[in-house]
């Protein structure tokens, strides 16, 4: 079986696999069938990151280019983008402020690209640090 190949595919096929190689008795296909589903769920929630990262970061960037259009809709996706984190880290340990700080420039690229795109215009906002992205309030 190619765990890797079908992980990829599929998650729900993946583990419907695993079940049939335990079903028959081979544990050692089913354990490498694990090993590689959580390998799969792992790069996923690592995706999921990524994607709140880039949220967060854009909000922030919105926040600190245009004092005047500062909505609370931005402070909520803040904070939503904070929370879906701190969520996606409680139940994956690994997933902790290291690979987040792995995650930081390409995020950041990305979310400034994108703020712009919103915006209309240049930025020249040249970085987010972790004080603004996770410490700092943002109210109205």
Do not use: C
């Amino acid at each position: 079986m190619n765990w890797q190949t079908l992980s990829t595919q599929s998650h729900y096929k993946t583990a419907v696999a695993i079940q049939t190689e335990l079903e028959q008795g081979h544990w050692q296909e089913a354990a490498l069938g694990i090993e590689e589903l959580i390998e799969a769920l792992s790069r996923s929630e690592k995706r999921a990151i990524k994607s709140q990262l880039v949220r967060l970061m854009l909000h922030i960037i919105k926040w600190q280019s245009q004092p005047e259009r500062r909505s609370w809709s931005w402070v909520a996706s803040i904070k939503d983008a904070r929370d879906e984190i701190a969520d996606i880290q409680d139940e994956i340990p690994s997933l902790n402020d290291a690979v987040i700080k792995s995650l930081w420039e390409k995020a950041f690229a990305m979310a400034k690209r994108d703020a712009q795109a919103e915006m209309g215009k240049k930025s020249d906002v040249q970085s987010v640090s972790w004080q603004e992205a996770f410490l700092d309030d943002y109210e109205l």
